[in-house]
C-alpha cells in the first residue's frame, strides 16, 4: 500500500509562471489536505478537499492559489503567477475519514520544494 | 488564538545520550497534542500524540512526551538516541475534531556517533 505520493519532489519556476504541484491520496483515503511550510517556519493548513469539493479553504491566499481533488486522478494545488515568496515546500496529507479520528489518521507525503527564481 | 514554540531550532546530542525537544503551546481550550518526525527527504510520520488520560504518552522508535498542563508543555524525550533518529521533530497541538493542526517551527535532532 503506498504512501501519500507527492510529485514534483523539486519544482523550480521563474516569477510570473505557474506552479502545479500533485498529489495522490493514500489508497482509500478520500480526505485531502494541503499546508505549506514557509522557511523557518512551521506547516501552515491552507485547503482541505473531498473528491470534487472543498470543504475548508480557510488558510489558501485569497489570490493566484487554487486547489481541486477531481472524481479521478491526483489533487492539484495550482500557483499562478508565482512570486519569489511562494517559495516554500507544499506538503498534501490523506486521512479515510471525517469527524474526530481524522486528526489522528493524517498520512503525510514527502512534499514539493517549490523555488521561485 | 492557538500558537506553539519549539524552543530549540537544532539539538546536536552524542548516540546513546538522553535526549529532550521542547514543545510548549498557548490555548484557551482543550487540544490534542503531536509529535511528527520528518526523517530525511521522507514525509511527516506519527510519533505520538495525546488525545487524554494518561499524561504520558509512548510513542514509536522509544520516544515519549509528557503533558503538562499547567505548563503548557508537551516535551519530547528519548532516554537513549540512535544515529538514525536523526530528523526533524515537529509539535502539532490541534483543536478537537480538528485537521488545522498547527506546527511548530521544527527541532532538527543530529545524533553524532
Known amino acids: 500500500n503506498a504512501g501519500v505520493m507527492q510529485n514534483p519532489r523539486h519544482l523550480v519556476r521563474r516569477r510570473g509562471q505557474e506552479a502545479r504541484l500533485r498529489c495522490s491520496p493514500m489508497?482509500?483515503?478520500?480526505?485531502v489536505y494541503w499546508y505549506r511550510q514557509l522557511p523557518e517556519e512551521g506547516l501552515k493548513f491552507m485547503v482541505y478537499?473531498?473528491?470534487?469539493?472543498?470543504?475548508?479553504e480557510s488558510g489558501m491566499p485569497k489570490e493566484r492559489f487554487s486547489a481541486e481533488f477531481p472524481k479521478e486522478g491526483p489533487s492539484i494545488l495550482r500557483i499562478q503567477q508565482v512570486v519569489r515568496g511562494d517559495s516554500a515546500a507544499y506538503f498534501c496529507?490523506?486521512?479515510?475519514?471525517?469527524?474526530?479520528?481524522?486528526?489522528?489518521?493524517?498520512?503525510f507525503g514527502s512534499g514539493t520544494q517549490l523555488s521561485v527564481l | 488564538a492557538q500558537s506553539v514554540t519549539q524552543l530549540d531550532s537544532q539539538v546536536p546530542v552524542f548516540e546513546e545520550a538522553p535526549v529532550e525537544l521542547r514543545c510548549n503551546y498557548s490555548?484557551?481550550?482543550?487540544?490534542?497534542l503531536f509529535w511528527y518526525v520528518q526523517y530525511p527527504n521522507q514525509g511527516l510520520q506519527l510519533l505520538l500524540k495525546?488525545?487524554?488520560?494518561?499524561?504520558l504518552v509512548k510513542g514509536i522508535n522509544g520516544f515519549e512526551a509528557e503533558f503538562n498542563k499547567s505548563q503548557t508543555s508537551f516535551h519530547l524525550r528519548k532516554p537513549s538516541v540512535h544515529i538514525s533518529d536523526t530528523a526533524e521533530y515537529f509539535c502539532?497541538?490541534?483543536?478537537?475534531?480538528?485537521?488545522?493542526?498547527?506546527f511548530g517551527s521544527g527541532t532538527r535532532l543530529l545524533v553524532r556517533p
Open positions: 496529507a490523506s486521512s479515510p475519514e471525517r469527524g474526530r479520528a481524522r486528526t489522528e489518521k493524517l498520512f
Open positions: 489508497k482509500g483515503h478520500s480526505h
Open positions: 478537499l473531498q473528491k470534487e469539493n472543498i470543504i475548508d
Open positions: 490555548s484557551s481550550v482543550s487540544v490534542y
Open positions: 495525546y488525545l487524554s488520560g494518561s499524561t
Open positions: 502539532a497541538p490541534g483543536r478537537d475534531s480538528s485537521y488545522k493542526l498547527i
